[in-house]
């Protein structure tokens, strides 16, 4: 059995390029930076950034190409794949991507570092479930559970 699953959550580099194949089908290409941050043998701090080139086909790519900018934090699961190509030069190149299978959206970067909660003015009262549609509130029994009654 092989394993081949890329997991990142970093923040885009460039705001997501979208295209199209002959096929009508959507390909965005965009670049995921992740940074690391450790302490040398003096116990100086360093830091150091990986970039990681990633390729969404289809929904995928029209969603990221929509709604990702550059600075914005995404989550990306999917496979490694190493392409190659000769360029005018006649000389090899090689890339490796990883290509796409499932993502999600970060939070959204508030100006001056606020959180979005921190950036909301303070409400005086706080919505009830009763009154706000915006809850599924779920509503359990008021029973008491007898130890007793549990089949095992």
């Known amino acids: ?3 081949n699953k890329a997991t990142i959550l970093g ?3 460039r705001d997501p390029e979208v295209k ?6 959507k390909v965005a290409t965009f670049s995921l930076a992740t940074n690391r941050s450790w302490k040398d043998a003096n116990g100086a701090r ?19 190409g929509q709604y990702a900018k550059k600075g914005s934090s995404l989550f990306v ?8 190509w000769d360029d005018p030069s006649g000389q090899k190149k090689y890339r490796t991507e990883i290509i796409l299978e499932n993502f999600q959206f970060g939070p959204k970067p508030q100006a001056g570092g606020m959180t979005e909660m921190s950036a909301r003015p303070a409400q005086k009262e706080a919505p009830s479930p009763e009154n706000d ?8 029994p008021n029973e008491d559970i ?4 549990i089949p095992f």
């Open 20 to 25: 199209s194949i002959p096929t009508g089908t």
């Open 11 to 13: 923040n885009l580099t």
């Open 133 to 140: 549609d915006s809850f599924d509130a779920i509503e359990y």
């Open 77 to 84: 699961e999917g496979r490694l794949q190493t392409r190659s």
């Open 1 to 3: 059995m092989y394993i």
């Open 46 to 64: 360093k830091d150091a950034s990986e970039y990681h080139n990633v390729v969404a086909f289809g929904r995928q790519a029209e969603l990221i």
């Open 146 to 149: 007898n130890v007793d009654d």
